[in-house]
Structure formats: C-alpha cells, structure tokens
T-cell receptor, first 113, second 111 residues
Framework: QKEVEQNSGPLSVPEGAIASLNCTYS??????FFWYRQYSGKSPELIMF????GDKEDGRFTAQLNKASQYVSLLIRDSQPSDSATYLC?????????????FGKGNQVVVIP | SQTIHQWPATLVQPVGSPLSLECTVE??????LYWYRQAAGRGLQLLFY??????ISSEVPQNLSASRPQDRQFILSSKKLLLSDSGFYLC??????????FGQGTRLTVV
C-alpha cells in the first residue's frame, strides 16, 4: 500500500457547488495531516491542517479526519474559479524515530463558471 | 519569521552536465529539510530528506545526491544529468510534527 493515496481523477465542479477530496494513509502512528493547494507552475501552499478526529472548518474549507479508518478528506464549499488547482494530501510519517512528510499524488479540481 | 530561499528559478542544462541546486532556510533551527521533484502533470516525488547536518535519507535510486553541510542549507547535486532529470524541483522545510513550507521551486530542463 502506498503511504498516502489520492485515487480520484480530475474533479470538475460547477461554481458554487461542493468539491470533495479524499485521502487514505498507511501509517497508523501518523498524528498530523495537511492539505496543500498547488496552482499550475507554482509551489504548494498549505490551506488546512488537522490533528484530531472529526471536522475542522476554516472559511469555505472543511477537513475531516478518521484515524480508525486512516482517512482524511477536504470539502470546498461554494467553489470558486480561483479554487481550480491541484490539491495535495500530506501525512506526517514516523520512521525509525524520525518524522517526515509524505504526499499523495494530488487531485486536480476544475471549477466551471 | 521563517523564510526559505531556493535558486535558481529556472535552469536549462545539457545532458551530461553537472547540477547544483541550493536551498537555505532562515529563522528556524534544526529543521527537517526535503528535496522533491515534480514531473510535468505528476505528483510530488520525495527525493531526499534530512533530519540533521550530514544526515541524508534517499528515497529513490537515481543519479542525484544531496548534502547538508550546515543546519539550514540543503544542496541537490548531480555529476551527469539525464533527460529524465527534467522537472520542477522543490525544497521544503518542516519542524518535527508540523507542516512543510516550500521554496519557489526550480524548473530544470535537460536538453
């Protein structure tokens, strides 16, 4: 199993709709989970982090974490054209006493005006 | 505040030439440092990470190497570039359990 998996293909959503992105991870010891947004040709930027089970809301973004199922999701409400980007899930992995971030391959979101 | 500097922004190099990309971090101590590569239309591939001076972990076998000569300096090198080394190279830093912060990236084209 890959460390961090984001399996969905490109996601097209109409403006104003909800975009839903999913991510699973393999390390049961992971404690920190992050969502990044990456515009084409730019470096990733952090948009959400979550450490505890449940939901965390920040503006139009909601991150959901279920450690028992090893599952993290991101909801984007009232999607805007400016939300069109690739969204990367990242998980803090613990290896041999060291911590490092592992990223999924990302999901492209296209918001259609 | 913490900042990360990565240069150059773009680079065109011939096949077989050497490579040296440098990344420095300011405003923090003993960070984890990372080098990632992103091929066109692909996800982030972790190349190297470091948890301290002189400590380098390699994720994939390749003709690249990394060094950390100082606490906040991370260097990516190659003795002979291949066409397949083209891509977007990103340096990042993080604290032990925290998020990663990325540099601006270097777009490398090997011709």
């Amino acid at each position: 199993q890959k460390e961090v998996e984001q399996n969905s293909g490109p996601l097209s959503v109409p403006e104003g709709a909800i975009a839903s992105l999913n991510c699973t991870y393999s390390d049961r010891g992971s404690q920190s989970f992050f969502w990044y947004r990456q515009y084409s040709g730019k470096s990733p930027e952090l948009i959400m982090f979550i450490y505890s089970n449940g939901d965390k809301e920040d503006g139009r973004f909601t991150a959901q974490l279920n450690k028992a199922s090893q599952y993290v999701s991101l909801l984007i409400r009232d999607s805007q054209p400016s939300d069109s980007a690739t969204y990367l899930c990242a998980v803090n992995m613990q290896e041999y006493g060291n911590n490092r971030l592992a990223f999924g391959k990302g999901n492209q979101v296209v918001v259609i005006p | 505040s913490q900042t990360i500097h990565q240069w150059p922004a773009t680079l065109v190099q011939p096949v077989g030439s050497p490579l040296s990309l440098e990344c420095t971090v300011e405003g923090t101590s003993n960070p984890n440092l990372y080098w990632y590569r992103q091929a066109a239309g692909r996800g982030l591939q972790l190349l190297f990470y470091s948890v301290g001076i002189g400590q380098i972990s390699s994720e994939v076998p390749q003709n690249l190497s990394a060094s950390r000569p100082q606490d906040r300096q991370f260097i990516l090198s190659s003795k002979k570039l291949l066409l397949s080394d083209s891509g977007f190279y990103l340096c990042a830093w993080s604290l032990r359990f925290g998020e990663a912060f990325f540099g601006q990236g270097t777009r490398l084209t090997v011709v």
